[in-house]
């Protein structure tokens, strides 16, 4: 069982920057995969990126590629999303998720866990 605790969501301005942190419960946190999606209300939850269990290799959306920028430290269990260049349509929810999974990586489906989410809103 992992358990994660985002936090670091607000509200910026556009072209402001922000970094998420997602905390994880847990001594196996090394073993996954992790992930960051975001949610508007009423649409589907899409996939924004992911990084390896090393850290080694992360993957991004394509309107995320240059902007956003994933991390993790695993001596502290915890995974980062840094965020520059915000836009308004960067307004969402914001979750981190954990798989076991190696492929398949941009469906939320091959998740196991999930926290409970942060706001991120920018104004323009």
């Known amino acids: 069982q992992v358990q994660l605790v985002e936090s670091g969501g607000g509200l910026v301005q556009a072209g402001g920057s922000l970094r998420l942190s997602c905390a994880a419960s847990g001594r196996t946190f090394s073993i996954y995969v992790m992930g960051w999606f975001r949610q508007t209300p009423g649409k589907e939850r899409d996939f924004v990126a992911a990084i390896n269990c090393s850290g080694g290799t992360t993957y991004y959306a394509d309107s995320m590629k240059g902007r956003f920028t994933i991390s993790r430290d695993n001596a502290k269990n915890t995974v980062y999303l840094h965020m520059n260049s915000l836009k308004p349509e960067d307004t969402a929810v914001y979750y981190c998720?954990?798989?076991?999974?190696?492929?398949?990586?941009?469906?939320?489906?091959?998740?196991?866990?999930w926290g409970q989410g942060t706001q991120v809103t920018v104004s323009s």
């Open positions: 998720a954990a798989t076991r999974l190696r492929v398949g990586l941009g469906s939320g489906s091959g998740y196991d866990y």
